[in-house]
């Protein structure tokens, strides 16, 4: 059967945002409000920072402001991977970080139990799985990848597992697999948009006030504190922190150190027991692919799986619009793709397609900033790994607003910014000519072309 078919009956909209049991919206803020702290952004990266001001202090006055609903954006539409990574991988924490890299993957770790704990502690029902994450070799170039990245995490102490041909095969069943590496302890599936919800009554039951549909439109110095524009007021606040990553930053000089990437993804209707016996997968691991152009595929918990990346697309002018979140062109070669690594499956079809903007940043991880004398914090540029390590951002962000010298913050993740993407024409040319090199790269055993290698040595780059 064509690929093109299992898209017969597919639904534009992400698979975790169609959901009967979505709370209803907060409403707007009329008129104007004081706050103590002012979160900037209702994503995860919002959501952990308004809850861990309360944690820290539960009589702090925290308002948090949405521009359209808890959750609508990337953190309600995402893979559901929630990594312990602060680093986008120990690949490029290594390469970046080399001297605080163990110290990281510490702090990494703690992140991910502090998550879970927090899950099992506000009641969050957001089908959490701490099943790990699968690596995989399809091409044979790709099988000393994962032997490095082997022995890269027994010597930082994260562990995990090497496994060959037959092993990986007898994990999910694939002709396309030649080996992995199976992370048992770094990564925890989790259903995104429940998390996200969660995160919001845990929020309004610890007493924040919370304003959905207002979307923050000018940040200014007011008096000792700031002032932020709604539609319909202001806030005026003693401290903000911003947490609107992908969308353009209220502090402007910012705007050039992120840029938006779509990304996309399918969900399959729920397999049968045939199915589900035909590719094994009773570990029910996450799986990525080892390709610079990579696939992330997990099973949900109604034994779908939600199969995306690949394609990252960087539209010219760097802007987030609806109309980029949906691409047939896309759809249709991740499900060549799909049948591709699971043949078994013919036959099996997809009920959902959906994409949506991430932000990026020029060395792949979050980069932390202040601006108007330490009164604002700023954290961005997760490149598709913030489920996890937002809630490490948020930490960030609190530590600078309260003036902290905290492990975090001597941290030179936290301490020194990357370098910002160049302006138009030149970031557009500059980002299709690294993604046709590493489209070639790919289809040339892994070798780096000199545009490539002269990235790697300015510390520069585009993460597909």
């Not at 992400?14 to 409403?27: I, K, M």
């Not at 004081?34 to 001001?53: D, F, K, N, P, R």
Request: aromatic letters at 10%; charged letters at 25%; a negative charge.
């Amino acid at each position: 059967m064509d690929p093109v078919h299992s898209l017969r009956d597919v639904k534009p909209t992400p698979f975790w945002l169609d959901d009967l049991g979505r709370p209803e919206a907060q409403p707007a803020l009329v008129g104007d409000a004081q706050c103590e702290l002012l979160v900037v952004g209702g994503g995860y990266s919002g959501l952990w920072t308004a809850l861990i001001a309360k944690e820290r202090e539960p009589g702090l006055d925290v308002v948090l402001v949405e521009g359209k609903e808890i959750g609508w954006a990337a953190s309600g539409r995402n893979g559901g991977f929630c990594a312990a990574s602060l680093t986008h991988g120990l690949g490029n924490g290594l390469e970046r970080w080399p001297n605080e890299l163990a110290q990281l993957e510490r702090l990494g770790l703690d992140n991910l139990q502090a998550i879970e704990d927090a899950v099992t502690k506000y009641g969050i029902d957001c089908d959490w799985e701490r099943t790990g994450e699968l690596d995989v070799a399809t091409e044979p170039h790709q099988v000393e990848w994962i032997r490095e990245l082997a022995d890269l995490a027994g010597q930082y102490g994260t562990g995990g597992e090497f496994l060959d041909t037959d092993q990986i095969r007898a994990q999910v069943n694939s002709p396309t697999y030649l080996a992995a590496f199976w992370d048992k302890e770094g990564v925890a599936m989790v259903n995104p948009a429940k998390l996200a919800w969660g995160l919001k009554q845990a929020c309004l039951d610890a007493g924040v006030r919370i304003f959905e549909h207002t979307p923050a439109t000018d940040l200014a110095e007011s008096g000792a504190g700031m002032a932020v524009k709604t539609p319909y007021g202001r806030i005026f606040a003693r401290k903000v922190a911003l947490g609107t990553n992908v969308f353009p930053s209220l502090v402007k000089r910012l705007r050039p150190y992120t840029v938006p990437v779509y990304d996309y993804a399918l969900m399959t209707e729920p397999l049968n027991d045939e199915q589900l016996a035909a590719i094994g997968w009773q570990g029910r691991q996450g799986i990525g692919d080892s390709a610079n152009q990579f696939h992330y595929y997990r099973m949900s918990a109604d034994n779908r799986i939600l199969w995306g990346g690949y394609d990252a697309i960087y539209n010219f002018g760097g802007h987030v619009r609806a109309e980029y979140d949906q691409r047939p062109a896309t759809y249709r070669t991740l499900a060549q793709h799909f049948f591709t690594t699971f043949p078994q499956l013919e036959g099996l079809r997809f009920t959902h397609a959906w994409g949506g903007a991430i932000d990026t940043c020029t060395r792949f991880s979050a980069f932390f900033e202040t601006a108007y004398k330490g009164k604002v914090a700023i954290a961005a540029g997760y490149t598709g790994l913030g489920v996890g390590a937002t809630r490490f951002g948020a930490e960030v962000m609190l530590d600078l607003l309260a003036g902290e010298r905290t492990e975090r913050t001597q941290l030179e993740m936290v301490r020194k910014m990357p370098l910002p993407f160049p302006p138009e024409p030149v970031r557009w040319a500059g980002i299709g000519i690294t993604k046709w090199s590493l489209d070639r790269a790919d289809r040339n055993e892994g070798r780096r072309n000199l545009w490539l290698r002269t990235l790697d040595r300015f510390g520069l780059g585009f993460d597909s």
